[in-house]
């Protein structure tokens, strides 16, 4: 059995279909989630629809699930992988909000696979 819960990289063709709407976001270290094992023993897929910002270091913050089937059975192993990930911000922007979907199969040679959309940058606090 492959080990599973390793940096998964993506590759160019993905990142230049699944990126399109932020050219002010890329992922730096994209860490895939692990798949828990009493999903692997059930044989369970679903997938998780996650949402968060990403700040000026790169990192997560505001994470929320959006949608998740089977409910909770993914939710922890996505949101531990999403905050141990970073992303890099372009073009001097500060913030930017992502969508992101992971699907979880037992069958795939992944097991994880994961989609980005990139919504529009986040709203930036301006100080006085």
């Known amino acids: 059995m492959k080990k599973l819960g390793l940096i998964l ?5 993905a990142l230049t279909a699944n990126l399109s ?3 002010n976001v890329v992922p730096i270290l994209d860490v895939a989630p692990e798949y828990p094992q009493s999903a ?3 044989e369970t897929t679903g997938y998780v629809v996650v949402r968060f910002d990403v700040n000026e270091n ?5 994470f929320s699930i959006v949608e998740a089937s089977p409910e ?3 939710n ?3 949101r531990t992988a999403v905050m141990r990930s970073t992303f890099g911000l372009v073009d001097g922007s500060s ?3 992502v969508e992101r979907t992971y699907h979880f199969d037992h069958s795939s040679d992944t097991n994880v696979t994961n989609r980005f959309n990139f ?3 986040a709203p930036q606090l301006v100080s006085n």
């Open 9 to 13: 990289l993506l590759s160019v063709s």
């Open 21 to 23: 709407m932020a050219e």
């Open 40 to 42: 692997l023993r059930r």
């Open 58 to 62: 790169g990192k997560a913050k505001n």
């Open 72 to 74: 909770h059975i993914f």
């Open 76 to 78: 922890s192993a996505v």
């Open 95 to 97: 913030s930017a909000s």
């Open 119 to 121: 919504m529009e940058e």
